[in-house]
């Protein structure tokens, strides 16, 4: 079923949540493989492919568009353009591949509970950046990206409940771990920075497709800080 734009924006407030599932069955897939001792490289290579199974793929979708778009063209029309091209192109291909076994490779070092617990507020982080991102962010006008807000003060309401979302994310991972939970924040944060000058350089604002780009990158990144330091600070 097609999503309006004016029912669009809820999505907004729904996503976060979505990544909260992800963390909890993530989590949970730990334990289990803990438990019946099916061992940490099976927890890593089927881990790595849950946050695809509950999402759809729409986020490795947007990754692998957006990075195909980046390596082939040199014009914002350009790659907006090969934004819409329902084919994959070969360094998608090469990018979804490489992004598949980093991701792997950053689980096969997460056993630790606290590290479990940083991954899981992660996912929550990324998603809830990537919709701050909308209501913050300039936006590439189109029919398929446009997120329709009724007002200024709408788009307000949004910005203050994703913003508390965020702050209690931060707050809850400086509480399990101060230096990893700092750090953690910092890298996100620093990714968000880069997505914005990225999207409005490289394509003249977001997009559906940019966001997805986002969040994938932000959950990568998050995985592969939390399993190497975490293995060295925690």
Not at 69 to 98: F, Q
Not at 180 to 209: D, N, Q, V
Request: aromatic content about 14%.
């Amino acid at each position: 079923m097609k999503i309006s734009r004016e029912n669009k924006k809820y999505m907004l407030l729904i996503l976060p949540l979505i990544e909260v599932v992800i963390g909890v069955i993530m989590y949970a897939f730990c334990m289990i493989c803990m438990k019946f001792g099916f061992g940490q490289s099976f927890f890593a290579l089927v881990g790595a492919v849950i946050p695809i199974l509950i999402t759809g793929g729409v986020n490795l979708a947007g990754f692998m568009k957006t990075t195909d778009a980046l390596w082939n063209a040199h014009s914002v029309e350009k790659r907006l353009e090969m934004m819409k091209d329902a084919h994959a192109g070969i360094y998608a291909v090469i990018a979804a591949v490489t992004y598949y076994m980093l991701y792997a490779g950053g689980l096969v070092t997460i056993w630790k509970d606290k590290q479990l617990l940083l991954l899981g507020i992660g996912y929550v982080i990324s998603g809830t950046l990537g919709c701050m991102a909308v209501v913050w962010f300039p936006e590439k006008k189109s029919k398929e990206s446009s997120y329709a807000f009724a007002s200024k003060s709408e788009k307000q309401v949004f910005r203050i409940f994703l913003s508390l979302i965020l702050v209690l994310c931060f707050g809850t991972c400086i509480m399990f771990s101060t230096i990893m939970g700092l750090l953690e924040a910092l890298l996100c944060m620093w990714i968000w920075t880069f997505y914005y000058y990225m999207s409005k350089k490289c394509f003249g604002g977001i997009t559906a497709e940019l966001t997805g780009f986002f969040i994938a990158l932000c959950e990568l990144a998050v995985v592969l800080f939390v399993g190497i330091f975490g293995r060295i600070l925690m």
